[in-house]
Nanobody
């Protein structure tokens, strides 16, 4: 059974940085389209960034140029480097992945995910 365990969240001042980690375990076949999502209080879940097998990394417009997603396959760990944090980045951040290849082989932000972590809280103070 695939398990995703996030860590690295915390409280920072506006303009600060954090690096989130997601350890991936329990799989017989590597999950596809690993991604980071976030959900702020009373808001819907938002896809932040995803990465595919070729290293392509689509980002949400709200985080482009500030966040970087990466995958260390040797460590089975997904990362999200977050810089120039803003109060509007405050949310619970979740790691997610797919059980099967995406339609047309495209790992988009919108494609469905089957595996989810429990989340790590990021709070940015103004």
């Amino acid at each position: 059974q695939v398990q995703l365990v996030e860590s690295g969240g915390g409280s920072v001042q506006s303009g600060g940085s954090l690096r989130l980690s997601c350890v991936i375990s329990g799989y017989t076949e590597s999950p596809y389209c690993m991604a980071w999502f976030r959900q702020a209080p009373e808001k819907g879940r938002e896809a932040v960034a995803t990465i595919d097998g070729d290293g392509l990394t689509p980002y949400a417009d709200s985080v482009k140029g500030r966040f970087t997603i990466s995958l260390d396959s040797a460590k089975n760990t997904l990362y999200l480097e977050m810089n120039s944090l803003k109060p509007e980045d405050t949310a619970m951040y979740y790691c997610a992945g797919r059980q099967s290849p995406p339609p047309l082989g495209l790992c988009t932000l919108a494609v469905g995910r089957d595996y989810w972590g429990q989340g790590t809280q990021v709070t940015v103070a103004s």
